[in-house]
């Protein structure tokens, strides 16, 4: 009986509100196009690198979502070739070669404005966890576009700061993200 009850009502709402229930259970979805941009500061001047090279794969299943976001250490570019080649040595760009991103959050939050993730970043060799980052939220139709900024800093992977005439660069590089994913 509960189950004939649980199909009449599900069958009885209206499209988009089955839509949004198929959402929130279980969807897969695919990183169509990337932005990620660093920020690093020093008194002396301010440098900003980009990748547009990241992959990722999100997962929804009973509730929760799990994203995967990758991205090669050496496609960022900061418009310097040798200020790219320090960054690289600097964190271990070689030795570990790509920027990996992992998060969950509640699939609820599939359909909101606000999403608050939790992720964990390994990044040259060293993995930092990030509670509760904001990221804003926009759909139209199969795509969904996702914005914010990972406050990430270099003590938090271990990386000793570049110093430019003997002063280091700001512990702070916040990353700005801007992805648009795809519902498959």
């Keep these: ?50 990748s547009h090279a990241a992959k990722g794969k999100g997962t929804c299943h009973e509730g929760q979502c799990d994203f995967l ?18 960054m690289l040595e600097t964190t271990k760009g070689a030795q570990f070669p790509m920027v990996v991103v992992r998060t969950h959050f509640p699939a609820s939050e599939l359909n909101e404005a606000t999403v608050y993730a939790d992720l964990e970043v390994q990044f040259g060799g060293q993995t930092a966890h990030y509670q509760h980052v904001t990221f804003q939220r926009t759909g139209q139709g199969k795509d969904v576009r996702i914005t914010g900024t990972v406050p ?27 992805m648009t994913w795809r519902l498959q």
């Design 1 to 50: 009986m509960r189950i004939a009850l649980l199909l009449f009502l599900v069958a009885a709402l209206p499209a988009g509100a089955r839509a949004q229930a198929a959402a929130q259970s279980d969807s897969q979805w695919q990183l169509e196009q990337s932005t990620l941009s660093y920020h690093m500061s020093h008194p002396m001047h301010e440098v900003d690198g980009v």
């Design 69 to 86: 976001i990758a991205a090669p250490v050496k496609s960022f570019d900061s418009g310097d070739t040798n200020r790219d080649l320090h």
């Design 152 to 178: 990430t800093t270099c003590s938090d992977f271990k990386i000793e700061r570049p110093t430019f005439l003997t002063v280091p660069i700001k512990n702070e590089i916040p990353v700005k993200v801007e």
